[in-house]
């Protein structure tokens, strides 16, 4: 009855087109929120609609968030309280993108159940309600306190929730001793557990020059165009090696150790295929631990974009007078995202300078994440190891994310409390993409190392329980 009973609300969790960036799509999205408030009812938990308020849309517009889930199963002061954040708004998704399969009917090939949302995030929140309901259907006494913390607006940046986070930490969150993210995924075929993202300095470089575009026939060769003073300074942020040369970034960087040389060195990672799922023929460092420190430990910049450039087909023969670049820098412990700001922009001005060009350099940041880093060796960890190594019988991969997900920060911030990240997603689920699939072999022994984990390993790690 359990399996039956959880396929059941997968279909209907995925059947509702979540899209938390789509406007139109808002009446769904407040419906997945009910759904999944309702689900947790039905259970018996204390369920609540948290109301985080309006988003305003560019045309001025207001339009009510999705409410916040939160949910708490057990008050036992003399229990822990573990609180499972999860997410179940999701990506957009259409047949005609490209998808083999209707995207809103879970379709299960092979052991595969595709669908949009299936990895992420709706499968891994299902996973941690399951480990509850297993409880309840085993008539088994919930050993510790069990909180959920559902969100609808992560897809599209999490607005409201850092609020609610900080408006619930003397009320919801007050008691909460730990933290579970299963918002991540695993790296291979391995099972693993997520202990560091990285964090990013979003950063917008505007040159204005000319009160208005020129045509370069009429005036090329008279005026010092604001996209060559542009592009001259992005080429100086990093070599074609990928070294950062703005001054004081690598500086700051946590040297790498011994032990974290053989924890990569371990980490099960095929560098063709690796290859070939970005369809490339060479990376930027051709050996395992280089490449895998880059994309997790190490900074990077990239350049994304530039606002104000002429970017249609077709050969236009215009001089933009104002040209915006967009570029970010990604944060790794011991960075600072206030510091990296005026290296930056200190940098940044004194090579426009040299350029000595009558054009004006505006440089902003507009997003500054900081990384979040766990200890390895702490108990939630060496919990999670046990629980992995019980139900799929091997070691999980210690991996890192090379992505922001801010939420965990706010979390530590905020709360104060450990944090892990248990991943349950496969490296080729797809997530965002089209074909998005989560696998049974996965999902089934999440739900199980889930239950085992917040119920029994936590308490016999804190407190020699058994
Ligand atoms: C989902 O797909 C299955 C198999 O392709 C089909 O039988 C079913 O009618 C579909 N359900 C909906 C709601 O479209
Ligand atoms: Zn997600």
Redesign the pocket.
């Known amino acids: 009855g359990e399996r039956e009973c959880g396929e059941k609300s997968g279909e209907e969790w995925v059947?509702i087109e979540s899209d938390s960036s789509n406007v139109l799509k808002r009446p769904d999205l407040h419906r997945m929120m009910e759904t999944t408030a309702q689900k947790l009812r039905l259970m018996g938990g204390t369920v609540e609609l948290v109301d985080i308020g309006e988003q305003e849309l560019p045309n001025g517009q207001t339009l009510a968030l999705p409410k916040v889930v939160t949910a708490t199963f057990g008050t036992d002061p003399n229990k822990h309280t573990v609180c499972v954040y999860g997410h179940v708004d999701v990506q957009p998704a259409k047949l005609e993108d490209g998808w083999a399969?209707?995207p809103y009917?879970?379709?299960d090939i092979n052991g595969n159940l595709y669908g949009r949302g299936a990895s992420d995030n709706k499968a891994p929140v299902l996973a941690w309600i399951h480990a509850v309901e297993a409880y309840q259907a085993l008539s088994m006494e919930l050993p510790v306190n069990v909180k959920f913390v559902i969100e609808g607006m992560e897809e599209t940046g999490s607005n409201g929730l850092d609020a609610m986070i900080l408006a619930q930490r003397d009320t919801f969150f007050s008691d909460v001793d730990y933290i579970i993210i299963s918002d991540c995924g695993w790296l291979s075929r391995r099972p693993a557990l997520t202990y560091g993202t990285r964090g990013n300095c979003y950063f917008f470089a505007e040159v204005e020059g000319p009160k208005q575009d020129l045509h370069s026939g009429v005036y090329g060769g008279t005026v010092i165009e604001p996209m060559t003073d542009l592009i001259g300074i992005l080429d100086t942020l990093i070599s074609p090696s990928g070294k950062i040369l703005i001054p004081g970034i690598r500086e700051a960087v946590a040297p790498l150790s011994d032990e974290e040389w053989k924890m990569y060195q371990d980490i099960q990672f095929d560098m063709d295929s690796y290859k070939n799922k970005i369809g490339v023929t060479q990376l930027m460092y051709s050996n395992k631990v280089d490449l895998l420190a880059h994309m997790w430990r190490y900074p990077t910049v990239s350049v994304h974009g530039i606002e104000g450039a002429f970017s249609d087909s077709g050969s236009k023969t215009v001089i933009p007078a104002k040209v915006t670049a967009k570029f970010s820098i990604r944060q790794v412990p011991n960075m600072d995202p206030a510091m990296v700001k005026k290296q930056v922009t200190d940098y940044l001005h004194s090579v426009f300078a040299k350029r000595k060009s009558p054009n004006k350099l505006k440089v902003t940041m507009v997003i500054g994440a900081k990384p979040w880093l766990a200890d390895t060796q702490h108990p939630l960890y060496e919990a999670g190891k046990a629980a992995v190594k019980r139900v799929f019988d091997m070691d999980p991969d210690l991996i890192r994310e090379g992505g922001t997900i801010p939420i965990a920060r706010t979390f530590q911030d905020v709360t104060g409390k450990s944090i892990i990240m248990m991943p349950i997603g496969g490296f080729d689920d797809g997530l965002h993409s089209q074909n998005e699939k989560m696998s049974r072999f996965d999902a089934t022994g999440f739900t199980l190392v889930s239950s085992h984990f917040t119920l029994q390993e936590v308490l016999e790690q804190e407190t020699g329980y058994e």
């Open positions: 059947a399969t209707d009917n879970l379709t």
